[in-house]
């Protein structure tokens, strides 16, 4: 039985609907405003803090942009406000392709949470691509003792609202989707968010909450190193860069799928053709085999979609999310 799930296997054929026109982006006219793009320095805005998976994929595309465009392109972490902070800061920026904006889940999520926004998701932002994707794990503190998914499942069931999960922020997938891990497997605990994947990570490391589900490129070191366990994956197979990890599938005969994705945006009203420029130049990051292969070790897969599968995309994902929305009773902070 397959449960409903706000983030479900990214496929082409599953996800990427009908295109939605982007006729600006993709205008057969020639290089003309953008002949000398780019002139400076390029910064990706990232709405977390350092550490998490969306930041490692943005370092290594950033790497091969620098090289490719000829100049520095900086990462610039933006945290806070479950991404409007540096949303809002990209919002604000030129339209003029300078700045790039790294964008996750909570992009469409605030949407539903949040009726004030300070910018408008759907209108100030023009999408490049959905550059990678990857599945939660779920994890426990070492001092829960719970070495098996079955196990954990047992020790919640019986604990209850006395355990508590973390989340790397309110509202946020991770925090949906174990929202939607205890309906599916008949728990409760109790939900304490944070503003970044490493701290959350920290607590549960430390003991002060029980279990997260969290990135899997960001539970793969602290795995290998013993600071925690993982006792299932949420996909449809197991992942090669933490192989002995089961399916909840496997465990359970219940399917359950989350994921974390991340995607490049830039302003409404950039040039088509530095759009361009900057579209083909980050594909071809994400397209390197040795960058693919560095994110799969990671536990992370290269997308590269097109602008308009990824309008496609995010537009699926804002409904899916309204619905987990709906069913948690989740609201703003």
Do not use: C
Request: avoid cysteine; charged fraction near 15%.
């Amino acid at each position: 039985m397959t449960h409903p799930t706000p983030l479900g296997r990214l496929t082409r054929r599953a996800l990427f609907g009908p295109a939605l026109a982007l006729a600006a982006m993709l205008g057969a006219g020639p290089f003309a405003t953008a002949a000398d793009f780019p002139t400076r320095p390029i910064r990706i805005i990232v709405p977390y803090a350092p550490g998490g998976a969306s930041e490692t994929m943005a370092r290594l595309v950033a790497e091969r942009l620098s090289q490719s465009l000829k100049q520095p392109v900086l990462i610039d972490n933006r945290p806070g406000g479950g991404t409007v902070i540096g949303a809002s800061i990209a919002a604000q920026a030129p339209a003029d392709g300078y700045t790039l904006f790294v964008n996750a889940s909570s992009f469409v999520i605030n949407s539903h949470l949040i009726t004030k926004l300070p910018y408008d998701p759907w209108k100030d932002f023009v999408p490049l691509t959905l550059a990678a994707s990857n599945p939660h794990v779920l994890v426990t503190s070492n001092a829960l003792a719970t070495k098996t998914l079955a196990e954990f499942l047992g020790v919640a069931r019986a604990k209850g609202s006395t355990l508590s999960y973390a989340s790397f922020g309110n509202g946020s997938s991770g925090h949906l989707a174990f929202e939607l891990l205890k309906k599916t497997y008949g728990f409760d605990m109790v939900h304490v968010p944070y503003k970044s994947t490493p701290q959350a990570m920290t607590d549960v490391m430390g003991g002060q909450v029980q279990a997260m589900l969290t990135d899997t490129p960001a539970a793969v070191p602290q795995a290998k190193a013993g600071k925690m366990m993982v006792l299932a994956i949420a996909a449809d197979k197991r992942s090669a860069s933490l192989p002995d990890v089961p399916t909840f599938q496997e465990v359970t005969g219940t399917r359950f799928l989350s994921r974390s994705w991340f995607g490049f945006l830039v302003r409404s009203g950039t040039p088509p053709d530095v759009q361009k420029i900057l579209y083909a130049e980050i594909v071809k990051a994400l397209q390197a085999p040795d960058l693919k292969a560095r994110l799969n070790d990671l536990g992370m897969e290269s997308i590269a979609s097109t602008p308009e599968e990824f309008a496609s995309f995010m537009r699926v994902e804002s409904e899916r999310f309204a619905d987990a929305i709906r069913f948690s009773g989740t609201k703003a902070d």
